[in-house]
């Protein structure tokens, strides 16, 4: 029988633990149909010191409408000048805030989480716009609902994404509009495409709208129609 060494195993663990955690680098939400808001639980900060460290990440805005989109990070590049929600990679203490959120590969060395925006929902949440991992690369924005008196993210609602793959096609993107009361409304215009033969000439494709309203820590649906089949 083959004896194996001690060196053996590390490298046969390691392995099965990076294929393992591939799995999980899919959002459940990719190519999904689905744009539902998620309550979950996740993990909190600890005290006010490291509240303010993260959020610090966001820059702060109060210029509304605001319009949010990833598919210049698609066509161009993640690292392109023109992609405006780009954002500032997170620090990896900071990546098990969102793990329940949203699913990563724990090992991997490429930061999957960027802080972009962040604005006052009310008095106690913050609405932070953060690039996630996505299909293949970090292609999606999530608007978390930050409690400041918890120290977490209570909720969540995708509110962009792109990709592109053998034909298929899929987009989301939306407008974040600042009512009376602190109330929010955010617009999200998809897009999902598929080719119905084998030589990719002819595609299958619909459009939606769908709008929400934010208002304390509570995305409520209001409209969703199908634009175009």
């Not at 109060?62 to 000048?81: A, R």
């Not at 008196?149 to 096609?169: M, P």
């Not at 897009?191 to 929400?212: R, W």
């Amino acid at each position: 029988m083959r004896q194996f060494s001690s060196k053996s195993f590390l490298w046969l663990f390691l392995g099965l633990q990076v294929l393992s955690g591939c799995e999980n680098w899919v959002n459940p939400q990719y190519k999904s149909k689905t744009t539902g808001a998620l309550t979950r639980q996740n993990n909190g900060l600890r005290n006010q010191e490291q509240v303010n460290t993260f959020l610090n990440f966001y820059v702060p805005t109060d210029t509304f409408p605001l319009k949010i989109s990833t598919k210049i990070g698609e066509w161009e590049g993640p690292e392109s000048v023109n992609f405006k929600w780009r954002g500032t990679a997170m620090p990896t203490s900071f990546w098990p805030i969102f793990n329940s959120l949203v699913p990563y590969n724990q090992l991997t060395e490429e930061p999957p989480f960027f802080a972009t925006k962040r604005f006052w929902v009310n008095n106690s949440t913050l609405a932070l716009l953060t690039r996630v991992p996505g299909e293949y690369w970090s292609s999606q924005v999530y608007l978390f609902l930050f409690d400041t008196k918890a120290y977490k993210i209570t909720k969540g609602l995708r509110v962009a994404e792109a990709w592109g793959d053998a034909g298929d096609s899929f987009y989301l993107e939306s407008t974040i509009e600042k009512e009376n009361n602190n109330r929010y409304r955010i617009v999200l215009n998809q897009g999902e495409c598929h080719p119905v033969d084998e030589n990719y000439e002819q595609l299958a494709c619909t459009d939606s709208l769908k709008t929400y309203l934010l208002q304390n820590q509570n995305f409520r649906l209001t409209s969703a129609i199908k634009v175009k089949e």
